[in-house]
């Protein structure tokens, strides 16, 4: 489905469009791939792998000190590691930076192994609509949602 997607995606181009253009796709490993060569199993987490590279390229600082001292030889040699938090209607994913991009080969998805390289984001079901229950003395979050217009209730 993906692949006929992508195809009719490519048609609505001009004919020379592709020529002059280069496009390309976020992968789950947080690279990027020609539309000819990307495929279903690279783009399950592509959307928070796009969120991990964009505050890793924006928000990672090496030291403390980076910002303040741009102009001194001396800073700290400590890393400040970027946590990531980026919450949905109904999930949230939150990752790690440390100045490196953490991979994983194989995981286990709503309880489906997949088994293709990605950044090691970690998604809970629970966002910013999902909507809490108690049952039997416990309490329960989603899979429902609160289904706010036009956006998450909190």
Do not use: W
Not at 59 to 86: C, H, L, Q, W
Not at 98 to 110: H, I, N, P, R
Not at 129 to 141: A, D, E, I, K, T
Request: charged share 20%; with cysteine; hydrophobic share 35%.
């Amino acid at each position: 489905k993906i692949t006929t997607y992508l195809n009719s995606f490519q048609h609505g181009f001009d004919d020379d469009l592709m020529d002059k253009v280069r496009l390309t796709f976020m992968k789950s490993d947080g690279g990027l791939t020609p539309v000819n060569d990307f495929g279903g199993h690279q783009a399950i987490l592509s959307g928070p792998a796009g969120g991990v590279i964009g505050y890793a390229k924006t928000s990672y600082r090496k030291s403390s000190t980076d910002d303040e001292n741009e102009n001194s030889s001396s800073t700290s040699s400590a890393i400040m590691p970027v946590i990531g938090f980026d919450m949905g209607g109904t999930s949230t994913d939150v990752s790690r930076y440390d100045g490196s991009l953490e991979l994983v080969f194989e995981t286990t998805t709503a309880g489906v192994a997949i088994q293709a390289p990605q950044l090691d984001i970690n998604t809970v079901a629970a966002g910013g609509g999902s909507r809490l229950f108690l049952r039997n003395g416990m309490f329960y979050v989603g899979p429902e949602s609160a289904g706010a217009h036009p956006g998450p209730v909190c």
